[in-house]
């Protein structure tokens, strides 16, 4: 059959803009370059005048060592404590004795020495508070401690008793702690047994105390702290230099990976090691641009760098935003602006012009810097042509690799689907400075990563991580959009049975991150608590001790307390509520975040579009309030027409009054928008807005949604005083999820259409979004348990599987550069099958997928002294993968054919070709395989040409999983939807043979 008409893509650039690799609706829209906008996005100043009136601007600022680098936890002023304790102890028996107890020596010395007792009773208790206050700093740690002895509501119990664990038995803190709580109401205590639950229940900042650093952030600014000056060393003394250091920063989602690298530059790389440069990517945009708000609020010099999307992904543009130029400051660089010819725009070229010319340049007109930055801001595919430059960079130059420092935020996002992001960030993993940080919360120590990870170049790789537990408390629930229902689901809801439970408590990481999603009362039964009022022995001093207390209990439950349990916690508050649709889910007083496909629409839907009567009505009431902000604007260009005659400079002061007064409209409560943006916006959409409604997708956002839905990202819930956020739906693509990072967020709805496409790391980010005790809502219990589970939820027939899979590939690369007998190697393999108890058919499609496997990077734990067909890393192009399959068929063709004679054994390979393309069970943990997604069709027809397929094998696969996808439309058709070019052309070219012949 003749091949003629049938196209390919070949040669996509990798990391390019060619068509997305998954149903064509879902947008991953990741390593995409800033453009013009994105840059006036960081400029913004109203962005970053919240950034800087942001805690985490605040905290940044303050922020103190780690409390393990401290010699003792801060001290009581003693004589000031006793004093106010003294003055009051008439008042009521609680205050005489805590004096008494607290400060036995000090109380019997009141008593006997009349002078002292005189002194003392010339106080008060609020002169007493007065004099701790105008001590500032000093005071402040006392100040603190004793407003919560008085007021000894839920946090003050809470935070006397994280005092009295630092200090110890015996100490004053410990004394007073029981003394306040044995004076404490029921009420009060059972408040405190729920309280200790919350993400609040934690010290530092989160509870009004000193902001320090977390141990991670304090290990790794030592770390890096040691490797550059043990290279300075080795370049002063000309000696060897240490390998190079990469570190695996794995922390939970929200522990501040972002914000932890703005503290390498601030507290490091600028006091200790200024020559070093901060490269930061992330594989999203929106985090790319908050990172640049941040460092135009720190002040910090630094500079943008994206592909330049129109040429062919080879060029590069390097921007020097406007504040580091600070031309008003010097007027000889505005003469030298004109002596050098600096253009308007540097344009684009390739990575190490830019460079050289933001460096000139920078230089000549004298930018903050003199010409280097102190951060590079970068997106994914930059920072792999900025490495691979800097590779080959000579010494002297400021990007040389010992120059730099990679931060690679996150850089295991949509590497399962996109094969062309993969292998972007494969080579950023094979050019890695002499410092790289890779910062991910699923991405897991560096032995249990695939080879391509860990680079070519020996290095000293290390994991620094954070334990998650002290994760925002997430309630699980599913949705019935049949029964208008939301049913609760317990952490002991989520198994099937006992057994399952107890085969994912073996797991190292599972069941500490399963503590999160019990509530205070599930904590409370395992740990025995029953109100009301309880032992002080009882209260944990901060959400990680509590959870590791409760931890063993979890794991260790008997059958009959784990049966007990879930029965119980299914009932009452855990039984399933009736709703008033799914808008009656949402949050009431923070923001629900709604994960989905097509953003905008889901938005629409949500905001009422539907419901066309009342739709209408929001519709003429919205251009009733447009028709009068325009008379009003007309009005005031009249009055300031008039006034233009009276005095120039007033008429100019008048039209800035103007703007800001008469040329806004009131879309809802704290929600403003000018009129000139609103008119030129659609109605539907400022409808949806005055809903409290916003989206965010990889391309097509409308710029005012866009500009709102940026500034709603910095609400922050205590500064609405209980009133809801102005923007309080926030509805995202899978391109938007990791760079939504807003403190108000509390709900997350999770719809199935986005959800069966992710991944568990994808799905635990998800959940990360909740920056506060919140719920989590899903779509089915199935994507819920891929949440809560992830690859633990598996079978143990799906282990099985992948062991033999393995085995079946180990058994591949015996054959392999050796004497080949096809025959022979068919025989072992089908006495492989009969002694595990596998099918033929089952052994002939994991031999295929093992060639397949030979082009892609090799698994981790192979057996020594086996061939290596693998690549060191993930090739780039889809040209590149086929001209390495086309290799390895021709080796292992034969063998295939022989083992594949039956359609159905041929359509059972496709199936597994498909699995390893999905990263799918028994792939999961293979994620170069997502490289043969992009080219399914190539990668069919190369095994079709080499008869390892037949025409009717892959035709029948192709109308079974279309009939398949009838039956269920969550099926993952993104393989089919990829290979359909090619089945479509061998059924045409079967039809047109079948005419031929009738004709004949």
């Given at each position: 059959m003749s091949d003629e008409g049938y196209s390919t893509d070949e040669d996509a650039h990798i990391g390019g803009d060619a068509d997305p690799v998954m149903d064509p609706t879902l947008s991953v829209d990741v390593g995409s370059g800033l453009s013009s906008h994105d840059w006036a996005d960081i400029d913004n100043s109203d962005l970053v005048a919240k950034v800087r009136g942001s805690a985490g601007f605040r905290i940044m600022r303050e922020i103190q060592p780690w409390d393990g680098a401290l010699d003792a936890p801060p001290a009581l002023l003693a004589n000031k404590v006793f004093e106010f304790f003294y003055v009051q102890r008439k008042e009521a028996d609680m205050w005489k004795t805590l004096a008494k107890e607290c400060f036995?020596?000090?109380?019997?010395?009141?008593?006997?020495?009349?002078?002292?007792?005189?002194?003392?009773?010339?106080?008060?208790?609020?002169?007493?508070?007065?004099?701790?206050?105008?001590?500032?700093?000093?005071?402040?740690?006392?100040?603190?401690?004793?407003?919560?002895?008085?007021?000894?509501?839920?946090?003050?119990?809470?935070?006397?008793?994280?005092?009295?664990?630092?200090h110890g038995p015996g100490s004053v803190e410990e004394k007073a702690a029981k003394i306040v709580w044995d004076q404490t109401s029921n009420r009060i205590k059972d408040q405190v047994f729920e309280a200790m639950h919350h993400w609040t229940n934690k010290g530092g900042a989160q509870s009004g105390g000193t902001a320090r650093m977390y141990k991670h952030q304090h290990e790794l600014l030592a770390e890096l702290d040691k490797h550059y000056e043990a290279n300075a060393r080795a370049a002063e003394n000309d000696t060897k230099p240490p390998?190079?250091?990469?570190?695996?920063?794995?922390?939970?989602?929200?522990?501040?990976?972002?914000?932890?690298?703005?503290?390498?530059?601030?507290?490091?790389?600028?006091?200790?090691?200024?020559?070093?440069?901060?490269?930061?990517?992330?594989?999203?945009?929106?985090?790319?641009?908050?990172?640049?708000?941040?460092?135009?609020?720190?002040?910090?010099?630094?500079?943008?760098?994206?592909?330049?999307?129109?040429?062919?992904?080879?060029?590069?543009?390097?921007?020097?935003?406007?504040?580091?130029?600070?031309?008003?400051?010097?007027?000889?660089?505005?003469?030298a602006k004109a002596a050098i010819g600096e253009k308007l725009s540097a344009g684009s070229g390739t990575i190490e012009q830019q460079l050289e010319y933001a460096a000139d340049v920078g230089y000549k007109l004298k930018d903050r810097g003199a010409g280097k930055p102190d951060i590079i801001i970068a997106d994914l595919n930059t920072t792999a042509s900025l490495l691979k430059a800097a590779a080959s960079a000579p010494e002297g130059s400021f990007y040389h690799k010992n120059n730099l420092l990679l931060y690679f935020d996150e850089p295991n996002m949509g590497i399962h689907l996109d094969p062309n992001v993969l292998g972007v960030v494969s080579t950023i993993q094979s050019n890695m400075p002499i410092a790289a940080v890779l910062a991910s919360a699923t991405l897991g120590p560096w032995e249990g990563l695939e080879q391509w990870w860990r680079g070519p170049v020996p290095a000293r790789q290390i994991t620094i991580s954070l334990e998650p537990y002290d994760l925002p408390m997430s309630t699980l629930n599913v949705w019935s959009e049949e029964k208008s229902s939301l049913a609760p689901i317990s952490p002991l809801g989520i198994f099937d049975n006992y057994v399952e439970f107890q085969r994912i408590m073996q797991d190292v990481r599972m069941p500490t991150l399963l503590l999160r999603h019990l509530t205070s009362r599930q904590g409370n039964d395992l740990m025995g608590i029953k109100g009301p009022?309880?032992?002080?022995?009882?209260?944990?001093?901060?959400?990680?001790?509590?959870?590791?207390?409760?931890?063993?209990?979890?794991?260790?439950?008997?059958?009959?307390?784990?049966?007990?349990?879930?029965?119980?916690?299914?009932?009452?508050?855990?039984?399933?509520?009736?709703?008033?649709?799914?808008r009656s889910a949402l949050s009431k007083e923070g923001v629900t975040m709604v994960g989905c496909i097509d953003p905008r629409k889901v938005a629409m839907i949500l905001a009422g579009y539907l419901d066309r009567e009342e739709w209408t009505k929001d519709v003429h009431k919205l251009n009733n309030k447009l028709k009068e902000a325009e008379r009003m604007m007309k009005e005031s260009a009249k009055a300031e027409k008039k006034a233009k005659k009276k005095d120039e400079e007033e008429e100019a002061q008048m039209g800035d009054d103007t703007e800001g007064q008469i040329g806004l409209i009131t879309l809802r409560p704290m929600l403003k928008v000018s009129v000139a943006e609103a008119l030129e916006s659609d109605i539907d959409t400022l409808v949806m807005l005055s809903k409290g409604i916003a989206y965010a997708c990889g391309s097509g956002t409308d710029p005012m949604v866009k500009r709102l839905y940026n500034q709603a990202l910095l609400t922050v819930p205590d500064s609405l005083k209980g009133r809801a956020p102005p923007l309080n739906v926030l509805v995202v693509d899978y391109s938007s999820i990791y760079g939504t990072d807003c403190p108000a967020v509390d709900t997350l709805l999770l719809q199935e259409d986005l959800g069966r496409l992710l991944a568990w790391e994808d799905l635990q980010q998800f959940l990360g979004r909740l920056r506060r005790d919140g719920t989590a809502i899903f779509y089915s219990m199935r994507t819920l348990r891929r949440a809560a589970l992830g690859p633990g939820a598996e079978a143990e027939a799906d282990k099985e599987q992948i062991e033999y899979q393995r085995e079946v590939e180990v058994a591949m690369l015996g054959f392999q550069d050796k004497e080949r007998d096809e025959a022979a190697e068919a025989e072992s393999l089908l006495k492989l099958a009969e002694s595990k108890g596998r099918s033929a058919s089952e052994t002939g499609a994991f031999a295929t997928t093992a060639v397949l496997s030979f082009c892609i990077p090799a698994p981790a734990g192979l057996p020594a002294g086996l061939a290596s067909p693998h690549p060191a890393e993930v090739t780039g192009t889809d040209k590149e993968l086929l001209a390495a399959l086309g290799k390895h068929l021709k080796t292992n063709g034969e063998l295939l054919e022989a083992l594949l004679k039956k359609r159905s054994d041929q359509i059972k390979a496709i199936d597994k070709i498909e699995a390893l393309a999905l990263s799918a069970s028994p792939f999961v943990n293979r994620t170069g395989g997502v490289r043969f997604l992009s080219a399914a069709a190539q990668t069919l027809k190369l095994l079709y040409d080499a008869d390892v397929f037949s025409e009717e094998a892959v035709i029948a696969w192709g109308q079974a999983k279309e009939a398949a996808v009838k039956l269920d439309p969550d099926i993952d058709v993104r393989f089919l939807e990829k290979a359909k070019p090619f089945i479509n052309w061998l059924e045409e070219e079967s039809e047109s043979e079948e005419e031929s012949d009738e004709e004949k």
């Open positions: 036995p020596e000090k109380y019997e010395e009141a008593s006997n020495d009349k002078a002292e007792k005189k002194r003392l009773q010339s106080l008060w208790a609020q002169a007493v508070l007065d004099e701790v206050k105008a001590m500032r700093d000093y005071g402040k740690h006392t100040l603190r401690w004793i407003t919560a002895v008085v007021e000894a509501q839920a946090p003050d119990h809470l935070f006397l008793r994280r005092e009295a664990l630092k390998l190079p250091l990469h570190v695996i920063l794995s922390t939970p989602t929200g522990s501040g990976k972002t914000f932890t690298a703005l503290m390498v530059h601030l507290r490091l790389l600028k006091v200790k090691h200024p020559n070093v440069i901060l490269v930061y990517s992330v594989p999203t945009k929106q985090v790319l641009k908050r990172v640049g708000q941040e460092c135009e609020a720190h002040a910090a010099p630094y500079w943008t760098a994206a592909r330049d999307h129109s040429g062919d992904g080879t060029l590069h543009q390097v921007r020097r935003p406007y504040s580091i130029r600070d031309k008003a400051r010097n007027r000889k660089a505005m003469r009022g309880g032992d002080w022995d009882k209260i944990q001093g901060d959400v990680k001790s509590l959870r590791l207390a409760v931890e063993p209990i979890f794991k260790g439950l008997s059958y009959e307390d784990f049966t007990r349990l879930k029965k119980e916690w299914a009932t009452g508050e855990g039984a399933p509520k009736k709703q008033d649709g799914i």
